[in-house]
Nanobody, 124 residues
Framework: QVQLVESGGGLVQAGGSLKLSCAAS????????MAWFRRAPGKEREFVAG????????SYADSVRGRTTISRDNAKNTVYLQMNNLKPEDTAVYYC?????????????????WGQGTQVTVSS
């Protein structure tokens, strides 16, 4: 089992910034690709950003590319999501996710472990 605990969410004005953190425990962190997803009110959960186990490769949803940076520190078992120039449409619950890197298939689908989520609210 991998336990994922998110932190860093909150209320911010449009144009502001937030940095989310996700602390992992339970298994070898570098065995997992990590990602952030979000679920806005009334919408399905969607992919936001992902980072491979080594940190060498990242990917982003079009909606956040250029405003968001995902990073990881394998020594601290932590993945981060730096979000800048936030918009009201970024309001959502943000979930940290882990996918075992030795599984076949897509990098971030299906996800093996989910965090409980952290609320991000952007006011206009």
């Amino acid at each position: 089992q991998v336990q994922l605990v998110e932190s860093g969410g909150g209320l911010v004005q449009a144009g502001g910034s937030l940095k989310l953190s996700c602390a992992a425990s339970g298994r070898t962190f570098s065995d997992y690709h990590m990602a952030w997803f979000r679920r806005a009110p009334g919408k399905e959960r969607e992919f936001v950003a992902g980072i491979k186990w080594s940190g060498a490769t990242t990917s982003y949803a079009d909606s956040v590319r250029g405003r968001t940076t995902i990073s990881r520190d394998n020594a601290k078992n932590t993945v981060y999501l730096q979000m800048n120039n936030l918009k009201p449409e970024d309001t959502a619950v943000y979930y940290c996710a882990a996918r075992y890197r030795y599984n076949y298939g897509e990098l971030y689908n299906p996800i093996n472990y989910w965090g409980q989520g952290t609320q991000v609210t952007v006011s206009s």
